[in-house]
């Protein structure tokens, strides 16, 4: 069944041929940038959704979803020239090349866009370099491991503890979803079950639609905390 769908997908995809003008050239430079911005803003209101169900009186901070949609441009735009370059690097289909990609990405490129990402919007919330820096140092445990604290009482009280329960759960959630982005995409030139009717230049576009959960954790793990705004009693519309 699953077969059968992926190859109605490619005989629809092939019908569209327009569609392919995104991954050529120049424009798939401008495709995995543009994605990287929208998913993260996909993520973001995803994650403000949850908040604005639980607490009572919260609205959506649209300028949170700016901020986090121009820093995922950039993270797209980084990750487009680092898989560009870790192709050539690691040249090759076996398992060598495969496992040597893989180390090479969680060693630089995941801890170096966690950096960015921190960096990025602390940047786009007028503050400065080292404050994100100093950020990310607080947060690196639960940023590299997808995990969550155990919530307060008031937070529990407003009603976070449904969606947040356990570090276990939060863990197990979001580290599927990293597994899929980080190690799956790296092997997009092998012949895996992901990646068999994937070109590599949809490396990153895949990474960017499967770390969506992934983007989610990464709005709550860094907003966690902040004073959002709120309808105040009797406003006047």
């Known amino acids: 069944m699953t077969a059968r769908a992926l190859q109605a997908s490619k005989e629809l995809l092939a019908r569209l041929p327009s569609w392919r003008l995104l991954f050529q050239g120049r424009c798939l430079v401008v495709t995995n ?8 803003a996909v993520g973001d209101t995803a994650q403000q959704t ?5 607490e009572v009186g919260r609205v959506r901070d649209w300028k949170r979803t700016g901020s986090m949609f121009m820093v995922g441009c950039s993270m797209g735009l980084i990750e487009h ?8 690097l690691c040249i090759g289909r076996t398992m ?12 630089i490129c995941a801890p170096g866009i ?13 503050r400065s370099v080292k404050d ?14 997808a995990s969550t604290p155990r919530l307060s009482g008031a937070e529990a009280d407003l009603g976070l503890l449904p969606y947040y329960p356990l570090p276990l759960r939060s863990w197990l959630f979001a580290r599927c979803v990293f597994v899929c982005c ?5 092997l997009c030139k092998q012949p895996t079950i992901n990646f068999y009717y994937l070109s ?9 639609v499967v770390s969506l959960g992934w983007n989610t954790y990464l709005s709550y793990l860094k907003h966690r905390g902040n004073n959002p705004p709120h309808h105040l009693a009797g406003q006047q519309s």
Do not use: S
Not at 33 to 40: D, E, K, P, R, S
Not at 50 to 54: L, P
Not at 182 to 186: L, Q
């Open 33 to 40: 940038t543009l994605g990287g911005g929208v998913l993260m």
């Open 96 to 107: 060598t090349t495969v496992l040597k990609k893989v180390v090479i990405d969680q060693l």
């Open 114 to 126: 966690g950096l960015w990402y921190f960096i990025g919007m602390a940047l786009t919330e007028g």
């Open 81 to 88: 020239y680092w898989y560009c370059w870790l192709d050539r």
């Open 200 to 208: 590599p230049k949809f490396c990153v576009m895949y990474i960017n």
């Open 50 to 54: 949850r908040e604005m169900h639980m």
């Open 182 to 186: 980080t190690v799956d995409t790296v």
């Open 132 to 145: 994100g820096c100093v950020e990310f140092k607080e947060k690196f445990v639960e940023y590299t491991t």
